[in-house]
């Protein structure tokens, strides 16, 4: 199998998050993409592609472009004005209904500005994170570039991830969202229908919203509930999309506590709707935070489950591109990433 990594995401190393007014050790951490890279690189299966620099316009096609100029800005300008060590994370939210009925208004300096483009405390900004970003972008079109030239399955090791950033906020440890990007780039290179299958544990938002009107795309999560969990605000089962994607957006939110049969029939159910789609393409964030060890989950979902997530994929029969999204549990993360694609590849 073809697969894509770049070094430098390590540029993008955050050290402390916030969490329900707490502050922890960063969870999405450099680490994680070596542990996969190791795993992957030790089993001997895959052929790493040489990184593709694609530049920002295919970003722009997704993206409001001046959150794309404040992602590439905002740590120099954060350092301008605080001179801080840390992390740049937001201190106050751009929220409507804080000037409801007044005059619009927009933010003049970076401190301001990044509660308007960033949703949540937990998406720490670094010195490296606007490259690493951009690259994570790089690797998963080189990845959708193989799958455009005949490869049947292609890997993108994306860092950091991309699922929750949405038209025009980031967050979630998320700043441009590669699965869309990667789309609308297989649809501009002569794919025509194609199905985002999201098997992380938190509902993919970003990429529902990115959607939720287009109807060459179907958008299928499954997702932990989110009346329990991150996101929240998004990934409930009557969001079905709109105009013209409407009864193209699919959630299957799942109670805490599914073992790997209820994970793994929620999958196929989301399979069953991606061939009624007729999808032509198949991209799946991959997230492996499903895991039963994982930090930021509460699924009972085991390691043996992967290798059946990759067949379940492989039975598909489509163009597969695979990108990284969740998973924190690093000392499994790499076998169990290494399970589902050895499977796709039909070892």
């Not at 790493?48 to 740590?75: F, K, M, N, S």
């Not at 949405?166 to 290179?189: E, P, Q, S």
């Not at 929620?266 to 999808?279: C, P, R």
């Amino acid at each position: 199998m073809k697969a894509v990594y770049s070094p430098r995401h390590a540029a993008h190393e955050p050290r402390v998050e916030l969490a329900y007014g707490a502050a922890e050790p960063a969870h999405e951490i450099p680490a994680r993409a070596e542990a996969i890279r190791s795993a992957l690189e030790s089993d001997g299966g895959f052929e790493w592609l040489e990184l593709r620099e694609h530049g920002r316009e295919p970003i722009e096609a997704v993206h409001d472009p001046a959150l794309v100029r404040y992602v590439e800005r905002a740590w120099t300008e954060w350092q301008a004005a605080l001179g801080s060590e840390g992390e740049a994370i937001p201190w106050t939210f751009g929220l409507a209904g804080l000037r409801e009925g007044m005059e619009p208004f927009e933010p003049s300096r970076t401190t301001l500005e990044l509660g308007s483009w960033c949703f949540d405390t937990g998406n720490p900004l670094t010195a490296g994170a606007a490259d690493a970003a951009r690259t994570s972008v790089d690797v998963a079109l080189t990845a959708a570039d193989a799958i455009l030239g005949g490869e049947r399955a292609a890997y993108g090791l994306c860092r950091p991830p991309g699922h929750h950033a949405a038209r025009a906020v980031f967050g979630g440890y998320c700043f441009f969202n590669n699965a869309a990007i990667a789309t609308r780039h297989l649809l501009d290179g002569g794919s025509t229908r194609v199905a985002v299958l999201d098997v992380d544990y938190h509902h993919g938002n970003g990429t529902q919203q990115l959607f939720y009107r287009r109807g060459e795309v179907l958008t299928v999560s499954v997702h932990a509930d989110p009346a329990r969990e991150f996101p929240y605000f998004t990934g409930f089962a009557d969001e079905i999309g709109a105009g013209a994607g409407r009864g193209t957006n699919v959630n299957l939110p799942l109670p805490a506590a599914v073992d790997d049969d209820a994970f793994l029939a929620a999958v196929g159910q989301g399979l069953e709707t991606v061939a009624g789609f007729g999808a032509d393409t198949l991209v799946v964030p991959l997230g492996v935070d499903t895991f039963r060890g994982d930090p930021l989950g509460d699924f009972d979902v085991g390691g043996e489950a992967y290798p059946r997530l990759g067949r379940l994929l492989a039975g598909a029969g489509l163009p597969t591109l695979v990108l990284q999204e969740g998973g924190y549990a690093v000392s499994e993360l790499g076998a169990n990433v290494l399970g589902v694609l050895r499977a796709l590849d039909g070892r």
